[in-house]
């Protein structure tokens, strides 16, 4: 299990598939399912995530948010 899918089972959406797309314009996860991803993300990385990063395209679909991951551990 990757990381992302790993994140959406701890957030209870583990029906979320790597092949969707358009995850939070579709309605698959909400602002408040955003915030506990953001939380996730920086106590994997054990660091925060910076503003600059927290977007709506950063949440579009498993490699968007897989690269948030990335960004965030090697900033």
Not at 12 to 26: E, M, N, P, W, Y
Not at 31 to 50: F, Q, R, T, Y
Request: no cysteine; glycine share 6%; charged share 30%.
């Amino acid at each position: 299990m990757n990381e992302v899918e790993n994140l959406f089972k701890r957030l209870g959406k583990s029906h979320i598939r790597a092949d969707d797309t358009d995850i939070l314009g579709r309605g698959l996860i909400d602002s408040l399912d955003v915030m506990e991803l953001i939380e996730m993300i920086a106590e994997l990385s054990g660091k925060s995530v910076p503003s600059r990063l927290i977007r709506a395209e950063n949440f579009s679909d498993f490699n968007a948010i897989l690269n948030l991951i990335e960004s965030v551990k090697n900033a």
